[in-house]
């Protein structure tokens, strides 16, 4: 059996008004409440040269680099490709103090950077995840998920469409329309991140404002996906 690398993305911006609605339709289709996340997160953006890709080296690649603390817990992701729905995805699970040395590490390189959180409602329902997911200003967006392969991809994404479907979503069907969404979470949500002392500063705070409390070194686990 193929080993299911490939994380499908799909999202699609709502509004809060809409959860209601959406969690009934949910309940319907057969999907419980997983869980609930608070997220605080340190996002890099950027372009790396030289990137070896089936056996050649020297071409380029989309990359971002999240610092990110989900319910206390503290990983480093990086996720490369430029198709967002699709893309390689490495985990490290670090201690809070590491995760603000990679922050700076991160900002050195020159990648444009930012910090912003949410909170996250996650449904379930077999393979297939669905998360509701809101900023502080009130922008929110939806995303579904499920892990594939090569061969179920264009099946499993056809079956990600359909629910969608059926809880009234509509998807956003390119790249500009998501990063149309992001530049308003920049813009009403997020502040730059450069890695200055200012700026860590203002990241401890954050994270420790929000009630997760200091984690000590740990063993690092590594996983490694397509999202």
């Not at 969690?23 to 605080?40: E, H, P, Y």
């Not at 420790?208 to 490694?224: A, C, D, I, P």
Request: hydrophobic share 35%; net charge positive.
């Amino acid at each position: 059996m193929p080993h299911k690398q490939i994380e499908l993305e799909l999202r699609g911006e709502i509004r809060p008004d809409d959860f209601p609605r959406i969690r009934k339709q949910l309940s319907v289709l057969g999907f419980r409440r997983a869980n609930a996340t608070r997220r605080l997160s340190v996002m890099f953006f950027g372009v790396v040269h030289g990137y070896r890709k089936g056996g050649n080296t020297g071409g380029k690649e989309h990359v971002d680099l999240r610092c990110r603390i989900t319910n206390g817990d503290a990983e480093i992701v990086t996720k490369v490709g430029k198709d967002v729905t699709s893309r390689l995805e490495i985990r490290r699970a670090v201690s809070h103090e590491d995760l603000v040395a990679f922050s700076q590490m991160f900002a050195a390189m020159g990648f444009f950077g930012k910090v912003g959180s949410k909170l996250t409602e996650n449904f379930q329902h077999g393979s297939i995840l669905i998360s509701l997911v809101q900023s502080p200003s009130g922008l929110a967006y939806i995303e579904l998920e499920k892990m594939t392969d090569q061969n179920n991809e264009r099946k499993d994404r056809k079956e990600l469409v359909r629910v969608a479907r059926a809880i009234d979503v509509r998807i956003w069907k390119s790249q500009k329309e998501f990063r149309a969404f992001c530049d308003q979470l920049t813009t009403q949500d997020d502040w730059k991140y450069c890695g200055s002392p200012a700026d860590v500063k203002r990241l401890k705070r954050e994270i420790y404002g929000m009630g997760f409390k200091k984690s000590k070194s740990k063993n690092t686990r590594h996983e490694m996906s397509d999202s």
